[in-house]
């Protein structure tokens, strides 16, 4: 029997390039494999471990592993809840008996991996390589989906209708009401709602010619009690037509719950779609691997799927930075972090909504550094690692412009987009822009993240002279960032002191705004090591042009300023106050609506946080 071994704490791959023809380069040592024939049927057997980051056992205890594969071809789908077999649940082993199905088509699959399922939350494995050997003496199996819950109702169906006598009308409502119960269990798996509808739907053309062919029902009673069975069938593709909520879709994390639901169905309902709306979801300070129960960072994910309920109702929806927490002693756990992260905001919706990712000062794990440097006793033993620039781009997709947006060199960590619509110009800052050419003595980064805070050459000529530029009369420009637009007086004094923080250039980048608003010009410098600029600014041509906000995270709490001559508003935060989490009770994020006609930007808040009005 083969064994397989998967850390979820620590397995890792990279996203895949194309989306669209999907397929991972399976030839690694670090793969797992699996190699079987065509037509075997159930003596195929994996026994499969599940450990932690430290090689400990994941207690597998009330988990229902859960096989998922998309076949050959990329034309069928497998999900088997049904073929595990726990064998030392305490100690992370289980086993799994592959069914013929999973065999029907010779090739490898373009995707094989098992999830593992508890109280409607889930976490998967790293796929697998699975590959099917073509058998060319038999031939027995027509592909088609395999879906074990609707195999499970098809079989009942069976069992119904070949045993028709006067109380079919009876049990057949019985199947309808436990079928639909089957569609709620899988929390709007619409992939699977279709197999299932595609599958019962072709399945009871056989049923009905064996109907008629045995004569166990007159025609009458067979078309009025059938009518039961297409009408539950239609009702199930009634809801793919529908917006999808991200309940619905959920890839990462667990679904929302009933008291999260209550509270963003009534938000729901006051959303204007007629206006354009924002939501700035800030400082969820993600970290799955942690083992302190209900540590707040364990529901970053969660806390990201409330937000994404309202997907089909804003137009743009902005992770404020501070998305991961950054705390992780393992540089592999801080990327499984980040992809998770990335991969729930970018695709754990339908994407009516545009989905942005801004850097904060924890997202680059160099927490981590400062702890190493300072000979902490939360250090880890050996240098750590940081996520760099080129990373975050990477795992945010920057360079594939998801959603029609300008980015200096086609990939920055800062845009701009366009909402012709709305009259809307939207411009997310990366500021943490640090300069990773610069290192210490010790090889790491001169400048720790966590404490350095601020903006540079290229980004601040791009920002006065790209995304400030032809922006047409009658637009409204709203600025997102992660830090706020205060400066300090320690943002050009010593920046190697990390225990201090640091917002430089951010004063420089204060005047590029308030230049834009008057239309006016001016030279903008700076001359501290490193973070040296000189930025021309001329606006004169275009005119005074408005900006409804420059809305930021890092603070945690709510907080107007208008001393830099702009709104300078801060945001709640994601994660809660207290650490740990109360769903809907602490944290919260903020949808922003643009009210033009009465030139105010108006606040909803979610969970902690308020309802405001600023005018501009």
């Not at 999900?79 to 289980?94: E, Y």
């Not at 074990?148 to 006067?166: G, H, Q, R």
């Not at 529901?299 to 991961?324: K, Q, R, S």
């Not at 809907?584 to 969970?607: E, H």
């Amino acid at each position: 029997m083969e064994v397989m071994t998967f850390n979820i704490d620590n397995d890792r791959r990279n996203l895949v390039d194309d989306k669209q023809n999907f397929s991972i380069d399976f030839h690694d040592s670090k793969y797992n494999w699996l190699q079987a024939r065509q037509y075997e049927e159930s003596m195929r057997q994996v026994e499969v471990h599940v450990v932690h980051g430290n090689g400990s056992p994941v207690d597998l205890t009330g988990m229902n592993p859960v096989f998922e594969g998309w076949l050959p071809e990329g034309l069928y789908r497998i999900i088997d809840a049904k073929h595990s077999v726990m064998i030392d649940a305490q100690n992370g082993i289980f086993r799994f008996d592959f069914p013929a199905p999973a065999f029907q088509i010779a090739g490898s699959y373009k995707q094989a991996f098992f999830r593992l399922m508890k109280d409607g939350m889930s976490v998967t494995t790293l796929e697998f390589s699975l590959d099917v050997m073509a058998d060319k003496v038999i031939s027995g199996l027509v592909p088609s989906d395999y879906i074990t819950p609707f195999e499970d109702e098809y079989d009942k169906l069976t069992a119904i209708v070949e045993n028709a006598d006067s109380k079919f009308a009876e049990q057949l409502i019985k199947w309808k009401n436990e079928f639909d119960k089957t569609v709620g269990d899988l929390n709007g798996d619409y992939i699977s709602i279709k197999s299932l509808a595609d599958a019962l739907d072709a399945r009871l053309k056989n049923l009905e010619d064996k109907i008629k062919a045995d004569g166990l029902l007159t025609q009458a009673d067979f078309d009025a009690q059938i009518k039961i069975v297409n009408d539950t069938i239609k009702n199930a593709l009634d809801q793919l037509k529908k917006p999808i909520p991200v309940g619905n879709s959920i890839i990462i994390g667990g679904p929302i719950s009933v008291d999260e639901k209550n509270l963003l169905d009534k938000l729901r309902s006051t959303v204007d779609t007629s206006k354009f709306n924002l939501i700035f979801f800030n400082d969820s300070h993600y970290g799955m691997q942690s083992d302190i129960k209900n540590y707040g960072p364990r529901y970053g994910i969660n806390h990201l799927n409330t937000a994404l309920y309202l997907d089909d109702l804003v137009n743009v929806i902005v992770a404020g930075g501070d998305n991961i927490d950054g705390h992780l002693l393992s540089y592999d756990g801080l990327i499984n972090d980040e992809q998770n992260f990335a991969t729930e905001l970018l695709f754990g919706s339908p994407n009516h909504a545009d989905k942005f990712a801004l850097k904060g000062n924890h997202d680059d794990g160099s927490l981590r550094l400062r702890w190493y440097r300072e000979g902490s006793k939360y250090a880890p033993d050996s240098f750590p690692d940081t996520i760099s620039n080129i990373q975050f781009k990477s795992d945010y997709m920057n360079g594939q412009l998801l959603f029609g947006e300008h980015r200096n060199n086609g990939d920055s960590n800062y845009f701009y987009k366009n909402y012709p619509d709305f009259k809307v110009r939207l411009i997310g800052l990366d500021s943490n822009d640090i300069p990773e050419d610069v290192k210490a003595a010790d090889g790491g980064n001169k400048y720790v993240g966590l404490s350095n805070m601020g903006y540079r050459q290229e980004q601040l000529d791009w920002f006065a002279n790209v995304a400030l530029q032809n922006v047409p009369e009658d637009y409204v420009t709203i600025i997102c960032a992660h830090s706020p637009a205060t400066p300090t007086a320690n943002d050009d004094t010593n920046l190697t002191d990390y225990t201090v923080t640091h917002y430089t250039n951010q004063a420089q980048l204060n005047q590029i705004i308030k230049d834009f608003i008057n239309g006016q010009s001016s030279v903008i410098t700076n001359d501290v090591e490193d973070w040296e600029i000189k930025v021309q600014t001329n606006f004169v041509a275009q005119g005074k042009r408005d900006v409804a906000g420059y809305i930021h995270g890092h603070y945690h709490y709510e907080e107007l300023t208008t001393s830099q001559g702009f709104n300078n508003i801060s945001c709640i935060s994601a994660i809660p106050y207290t650490g740990f989490n109360k769903g809907a009770q602490n944290g919260g994020w903020t949808l922003f609506t643009l009210d033009r006609d009465n030139r105010k930007l108006k606040s909803t808040g979610y969970g902690l946080a308020t309802n405001r009005t600023f005018d501009y």
